[in-house]
């Protein structure tokens, strides 16, 4: 492990031979991985005694994995379902409701937060990096925010995950493609057409380059438009459906913008196999249907016996943001399928998987 000087305040815990404070703040980590761009390197930790950092604690027997966003909508899914033989470092934004003794909360603020601290405190064996500025129109508002979130800190954690041998999984996305032709595989050309999927992109392309010779230890899923269970301040991207409808409120879907959505249980599903299994490369990781934004929300209002009349048509070209929307980022996944030796559920499965998962939460 490195040795982290100039740290300062807080209250303090002992790991792994260092003194750390609770909340801490550094001028360097030794040694860095080069080149390294040093930000504001804040790292806080929620707890003011050692957190389950022993690895002699019986659920820390299993892969040590720093999970990045888990509050997030897929990252609570992945930090749920990672149970069992793993030990989780989980990098919280918001509050953390997920508590489990196999889980260790991280409040980490990424703008500020030094990635490669991470790794040098927690020494996981896999890093999942799911952390990211999500809303498009909230990416096209501040890209320079969206580039350090999306892109620089993507890059860093990658540096510093190569530079120590250790694993990741990053999750990419759909629209990474311009949307004039569909039904891509990994050889077609991505042409992002907004900021979001601009910085998602050019991090796919600075984890290629920095694991050029360690190709073995990086997994890309260029993930479909996710549906699921999340929580208010997390919905996924067709969540808020539900949340309108609750309230009365009509919700806009396009009729003419098409994607392979995929059921959040197994975009999960596909993250904890590329841990254990180890299955590197880019990986594209959508559903077998291919349908409009509109269809999918009929089909979840349906299902869940939502107001339909709340389910307005739109037109992609009446849509006033500040980016272009892509039309058609429906993606196939047969090297996914050939090689994980499965493929994601349809809609009608997925849904019928929801329900069943609403009744064991209620
Ligand atoms: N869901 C999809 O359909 C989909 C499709 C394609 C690709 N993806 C990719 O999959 C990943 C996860 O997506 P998601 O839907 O789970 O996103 P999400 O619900 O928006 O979650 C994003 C996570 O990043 C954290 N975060 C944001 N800004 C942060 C900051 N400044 N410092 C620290 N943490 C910060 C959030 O923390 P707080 O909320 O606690 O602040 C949250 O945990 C992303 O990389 C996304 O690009 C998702």
Request: hydrophobic share 35%.
């Amino acid at each position: 492990m490195g040795s982290i000087q100039e740290s300062t305040g807080g209250s303090n815990f002992i790991f792994g031979g260092l003194q750390i404070s609770q909340r801490l703040s550094y001028a360097s980590i030794d040694p860095l991985p080069s080149p390294v761009i040093i930000l504001d390197l804040t790292l806080m930790s929620d707890t003011t005694t050692s957190p389950n950092l022993n690895s002699e604690a019986p659920e820390a027997t299993g892969t040590r994995v720093l999970l990045t966003g888990a509050t997030g909508f897929l990252g609570g899914r992945v930090l749920r379902d990672l149970a069992g033989n793993h030990q989780v470092f989980a990098t919280h934004h918001g509050a953390l409701e997920e508590t489990a003794s196999y889980i260790t909360p991280v409040r980490w603020e990424a703008s500020k937060g030094a990635p490669e601290v991470l790794l040098a405190l927690f020494e996981p064996d896999v890093v999942v990096h799911l952390m990211a500025l999500t809303r498009t129109e909230a990416c096209a508002k501040n890209p320079e925010k969206a580039r350090l979130l999306n892109t620089e800190v993507t890059a860093r954690l990658g540096q510093a995950a190569c530079y120590r041998g250790v694993r990741m999984v990053f999750a990419s996305t759909d629209l990474v493609f311009d949307g004039a032709k569909g039904n891509y595989t990994e050889k077609d050309e991505p042409r992002p057409t907004s900021t979001y999927a601009q910085t998602k992109r050019e991090a796919e392309q600075a984890l290629q380059q920095i694991f050029r010779d360690r190709p073995e230890l990086l997994t890309i899923f260029r993930v479909g438009l996710s549906y699921g269970w999340g929580d208010s301040a997390h919905t996924g991207p067709i969540g808020w459906l539900f949340h309108n409808a609750e309230s009365g409120q009509p919700t806009d879907l396009f009729t003419d913008e098409f994607r392979t959505p995929l059921f959040q249980g197994d975009a999960s599903r596909a993250i904890l196999e590329a841990i254990e299994h180890q299955h590197a490369g880019l990986f594209h990781l959508g559903g077998p249907d291919r349908v409009d934004r509109y269809t999918l929300g009929m089909r979840i209002a349906e299902r869940f016996g939502l107001d339909t009349r709340l389910v307005r048509k739109k037109s992609i070209r009446d849509y006033q943001g500040p980016e272009p929307r892509a039309a058609d980022c429906s993606m196939v996944s047969a090297k996914f399928i050939e090689t994980f030796g499965w493929a994601p559920v349809g809609i009608e499965e997925g849904l019928e998987r929801m329900r069943e998962e609403r009744k064991g939460l209620t």
